[in-house]
């Protein structure tokens, strides 16, 4: 267990439908980061929060949006699925920027 | 700005050796190699803040030249657990990206 709590492990779902992935970051980590890996694929880095603001931007589509909240856990909110969206979606956290990044367990997406 | 790796895949014997290059096309401010195994996220092994810097995890170890905005990762005397996919992921001056290769697939058979 790394720490980093990601929620859900799979998901089944139909083009078109919106979906919520969900992050808690490690104890005491500020940052969270989320990268998108398609089978196969490298990490393609989507987006970085820190301690509630937005730090980084990627090559993140615009039907995707992100957020953390107060509490610092970060919610992926991916609409308008495509099949291409069929995914394993990575979590990590750190410290802050520059550091060493623990990843979560992925929430491997599939769209039908 | 993603780096480039290379090669995009090795195979070994156990006990051989093997780099893997990562090379950026802007100014490095920090390099970190990651090893991804099957099925699994993937796993830090070491971060570079500067130039010349060398580090090193058990026999696997990297070097790291900001002039030439390159990073190398050592495996020496190659184990079975050393099979996975390695990253190198970089971050730029006042970027706060961490973007990362294609990745590195590396098979150690005995």
């Known amino acids: 267990d790394s720490g980093v709590t990601q929620t859900p492990k799979h998901l089944i779902t139909a083009t078109g439908q919106r979906v919520t992935l969900r992050c808690s970051p490690r104890s005491g980590d500020l940052s969270v980061y989320w990268y998108q890996q398609s089978l196969d694929q490298g990490l393609q880095f989507l987006i970085q929060?820190?301690?509630?603001?937005?730090?980084a931007k990627g090559n993140i589509l615009e039907r995707f949006s992100a957020q953390q909240f107060p509490d610092l856990h970060s919610e992926l909110n991916l609409s308008s699925l495509e099949l291409g969206d069929s995914a394993l979606y990575f979590c990590?956290?750190?410290?802050?920027?520059?550091?060493?990044?623990?990843f979560g367990a992925g929430s491997r997406l599939t769209v039908l | 700005q993603q780096p480039v790796q290379s090669p995009q895949a090795v195979i070994l014997r156990e006990g051989e050796d093997a780099v893997i290059n990562c090379s950026s096309s802007?100014?490095?401010?920090?390099v970190h190699w990651y090893r991804q195994k099957h099925g699994e996220a993937p796993v830090f092994l070491m971060i570079l803040l500067k130039g010349g810097e060398q580090k090193g995890h058990d026999k696997i170890s990297a070097s790291f030249n900001e002039k030439k905005q390159q990073s190398s990762l050592y495996l020496t005397a190659s184990q079975l657990s050393y099979s996975g996919t390695y990253f190198c992921?970089?971050?730029?001056?006042?970027?706060?990206?961490?973007?990362f290769g294609a990745g590195t697939t590396v098979t150690v058979r005995a």
């Open positions: 929060y820190y301690n509630g603001e937005e730090r």
């Open positions: 802007k100014a490095l401010y920090s």
């Open positions: 992921g970089t971050e730029h001056p006042n970027d706060y990206k961490l973007s």
């Open positions: 990590a956290s750190s410290f802050s920027g520059a550091n060493v990044l623990t």
